[in-house]
């Protein structure tokens, strides 16, 4: 800790009046940026001011000509609610569902009194009794606001793009304390504003984060809680002059929350929180009988009276006679969400479509040839030619780079087992396979000398192979998810696009240029632009022109050059380049233009500008379709709709579709049989294929290469439903799988998740407020043809509302995200979790000890949207520990899950499981009370961030054994249910005449007990049997070269690797893995 630092007026953006939204502040940003609205951009804001005029009310408004379902709900109880008491007593403000309520003390009808975009929460009543002081999120960054009591005279007091959190008023009404990370040092620290002057004052400084300030009652000290990111470890006390004391320390293993002094200054009341427990404390004493007290500030009503919300309740405890009251409100709010038309999909058309999925593009040194990758293949293309193939088999392969002088193409390939280097010589054709380190060697990049091969592995480590010797040497630390290398034309510096986060206490940050000098290790972060990220962590560089002039990178989804200096490093000022959606820039050797890829298509521009130029890509592809009669014979047949099972019948298959199911008939019973197929199944139960309906593909669908789609399909899932991948990557996917190119489930694809400023994951789209910006998303989005669109954890609400009217009424697909109000009642269709990562740091869905109360319940149970259950609990593998050896994980799943799976299950079956099954125990009660009430859960994995096949599987055992569902109602949230949702009901999800068929092959019974639906056999897709010894098969003896190089050598590291691990925390992948 330090002393105060005051920043005079001028040094700050100084806080001024706005509307409710702060439009008119992200009006003037705009027109100073990209010059006056043009009137289209008007009248979108003309109609989203319409719209927030409907929510002030709780009502979302209809697109005209609409049909729309009304639902007037009613809440008792809430979720994470907070609440604060007006000085006299009498009235409470509660934060319920991010909106504040008004209410009497003595409960009864609470008042909803703002609007679902201003995103408020911890709210904090002045001692004065004028004002209200909160958070909000309304200009996609956390700052201060104070409103008074009934919600108008709403004033923004602190602004700028660090985010202002956990308001409270000094004991006068004159200030108020609040953490902040707007130091930009990489903490959080408690700073002070000034209420009538909007003066700064920043009282912590420390390496801690500080945060959830409180002061004493002379007003002398803030109290506020320091630990290491989220985790609060003691409760601090501040003066003036930056004297601290230590008020509390925390248990070993609890974390600390929300700290408040009682009104005659001698106890501190504050949550205490471990294993899944939270107890309101008082100077450590529990204070009530509750294990679920919400993180947030009680209120002291009299030295021996407590306010404080807990249970989804409001609760008010003696703590001189032990009595605790409940003060009932309810709250009514009403939806009324807009039906749309859907989008229609083609699953019978035998023609030929044009290849979208276009992977990695590289220009060659000459500028006339383009190298890819496209439906499971390499391509080489001389520009104004068509395609050549330049690999057949059915392995994968990514990430191709040409050598400097354009004769060598290095590419990785799974086709020894696991990804591997190879350089194929295009002359030639010979190839030779350059690495075989254990783990997966992708993303290469030449050296400018050609000698050297930069890459990295799936912990995101960057290496550096000498392909004159083989020796493998490691320059950068494992990163999270960090781009493709590039290296500076002097062969000194390599530049990755890596994350780099603001503070520990919230994972996210900014996507920057990281140099790295190759002999050293040593690093250098550099923003893309203030306070901006590189779009994706993929193809969007940084790429370094060959002369070492500039480097490229799209920002904003547009393309942009920036000059460096000798070393490499980013300097001046960015320039953009193009004003179209842009991905994977690739520089001509003369470095005088670039090729890139727009919306399917390649374009190539020069470096100044100027308008880009078309480069055409002659390739095509037919969906992989089945012919003929096909006759399955199934002992038993669940088709996906309700608890009945039918015995010995025939599922009799046409092409790809079903068209009848009989009562079994020896063969030749019908005429048409005698040319058919018959498939023996009378020992097998027959079910539509699983669908898994939340998975990230390419978070590590690189490293698991060919085995992903085969893996998947070997446990019965016979459709994926992507909800945030790359979009190039998705697309490829969905055209390999569909083609035959590559085996896998269907794939329903989307591409990168729509985000806000500040970001996490690789694949999510960072955006700015900006009108063009989200057309260039929605661009993007229209030409690949995404499935569903997901937004993601920093964009706002009122962003948010823009998306989900287009993608609707333009696309006609399905929007979800991490919320559920108020995306819900402008129109969402779901939500992608129970509950995950929020820009708040709690959730109004699930409490941290596990719970949902009857608001996120009856949300779900009374409208149309549904919820997708992501239990990422490994728990249940106590109950079966021989799953994990089962051949077809040792065979499919890449060697260094497996090992983790493996240590999973031992885990689970060595260690006290009380806390884990009390946290899937309560995941489960809320599934089973939403199916139950009504409502819609879809099951879904996350995967691979779970583990990929098995995750599904203990997430239908889970709704079983502790849900309390019968086996078909947990199978339907895997099929029926899902299709649905996705918009393709009427043809997948179940097994009837006229559906396509799909189907999974099961020995013993899964209708009567649920663990026998990982007896997979088989799986048909379209009409195409897939037999699991067929599937495991090019994994069981890999084709191609074969694995006799595989080495188990230590890799030696540069001496910066290991310094910057302590230099900057998030090169520890300890410390990132609960992020992840």
Known sequence: MASLRRLRPQERLLARPTSRHGWPRRAREQEQEEGPLHPQRRSSRLALLVLTAVLFGGLAAVPSGSSCSTRNLVFHEGTNIAATVSPDGQTVIMDLQNNLWSLKISGGKAEKITDDFQEPSRPHWSPT???????????????????????????QLTDGHGDDRDPRFSPDGKRIAFSSDRAFAGSYDIWVVDVATGELTQWTSGPADEFEPSWTPDGKEIVFISGAGAVGTTIQAMDASGTAHTLITAPTGFRLNSPVVSPDGTRVAYEQFAANKSTLMVSEQQVGTSTDVFPFHATWLSNDRLLYTADGKIRVTDLSGGSTDEIAFSAAYRMQRARYSRKHFDFDSRDSRQAKGIVGPALSPDGTRVVFQALNQLWLMKIGEAPQQLTGDSYYKCDPSWSPDGKRIA?????????????????????????????AEVSSAWSPDGSQLAFQDQTGATFVLDLGTGNVRQVIASLFAPSKPSWFKDGKTIAVGALKPYTRRFREGTSQILTVDVASGALTYTEPSPFKSISTRGEDGPVYAPDGSAVAFVMESTLWVRPVDEHGVPTGEAKRINFEATDAPSWSGDSKSLLYLSNGELRMIPREGGTPATVGVDLSWTPQMSQGRVIVHAGKLWDGRGP????????????????????????GGDPGDKTARFIDASQLTVIPGLWESHTHEWISGKFYGARLGRLWMVYGVTSLNSVGDPVYRAAETREAYG?????????????????????????MRPTYGSDEQFEREISRAEALEYDMVKTYVRLRHEDNARITQRVHDRMKVWTASHYMLSPMAYGEDGQTHVSATTRTGFSYTRSFAGISYEDMRTVFKRTDAFDISTTFSSTLYADDPTMVEDPRLTTLNTPWDQVLLVAKRDAAVSTDQTVARDSLQKEEDTVAA?????????AGT?????????ALHLNLRAQVRLGGLQP???????????????????????????????????????????????????????GRLYTVPELMLPFVSPGGLQNTLRSQQTVPAAPGVERSRSTHWWHNPELMEDHH
Do not use: C
Not at 413 to 437: C, F, N, P, W
Not at 743 to 763: C, H, L, M, Q
Not at 930 to 938: A, D, P, S
Not at 942 to 950: E, R
């Open 968 to 1022: 078909w109602e947990a199978l339907e949230s895997a099929t029926s249910l899902t299709a649905t949702e996705v918009g393709v009901g009427k043809d997948l999800g179940t097994v009837e005449p006229g559906k396509l068929a799909d189907l999974a092959f099961i020995a013993g019974d899964p209708l009567t007990t649920i663990e026998d639906l990982a007896n997979v056999q088989g799986v048909m897709k379209n």
């Open 942 to 950: 996350d995967s691979p961030l779970d583990n990929v096949a098995t």
């Open 930 to 938: 939403i199916r139950r009430g009504g409502g819609v859960i879809l």
């Open 411 to 439: 590419y990785s390939s799974d086709k020894a087992g696991t990804e591997d280097l190879y350089v194929l010589d295009l002359e030639s054709g010979d190839e030779t396979r350059v690495s075989s380190i254990v783990g």
């Open 644 to 667: 009945n099972v039918r015995e010995d019948v025939d599922i009799v298959i046409e092409g790809n579709r079903i068209q009848e199911i009989r009562p079994h008939q020896a063969t």
């Open 129 to 155: 009794g004028e004002l209200v002081a909160f958070q909000s999120f309304a200009t996609g960054t956390f700052h201060i606001w104070v409103m008074k009591p009934d919600g108008s005279g709403l004033h």
């Open 739 to 763: 083609s035959g190119q590559r085996v896998g489930p269907r794939f329903f694809a989307t591409g990168e998740a729509i985000d806000g400023e500040r970001v996490f994951y690789n694949f």
